[in-house]
Nanobody, 128 residues
């Protein structure tokens, strides 16, 4: 059974940094699309950044230049380095994974319903 466990959330002031980690277990394949979504109260879940097994990355326009997604295949872990954080980045951040296609398509990577596996979420709060 696939499990995704997030860590690294917390509270930080505007302009600060945080690094999130998502450790995956239970998957024996080698191709995937994994990444991060976030959901603020009263808003829809939105795609933040994803990375696939070939190392291709996609980012939401709102985080380009500030967030970096990376992976450590030896640890089955995906990271999200978040710099220059803004109050509008405040949300619950969720790790997500899809193993059906082995890549993150430009057409659907940001659509939450495309992902079969989710972590429990980690809260990120940015104060002004």
């Amino acid at each position: 059974q696939v499990q995704l466990v997030e860590s690294g959330g917390g509270s930080v002031q505007s302009g600060g940094s945080l690094r999130l980690a998502c450790a995956a277990s239970g998957y024996t394949g080698s191709t995937y699309c994994m990444g991060w979504f976030r959901q603020a109260p009263g808003k829809e879940r939105e795609g933040v950044a994803v990375i696939d097994s070939d190392g291709s990355r996609s980012y939401a326009d709102s985080v380009k230049g500030r967030f970096t997604i990376s992976q450590d295949n030896t640890k089955n872990t995906v990271y999200l380095q978040m710099n220059s954080l803004k109050p509008e980045d405040t949300a619950m951040y969720y790790c997500a994974a899809d193993f059906a296609y082995g890549y993150c398509s430009v057409s659907w990577w940001h659509k939450a319903y495309e992902y079969n596996y989710w972590g429990q979420g980690t809260q990120v709060t940015v104060s002004s």
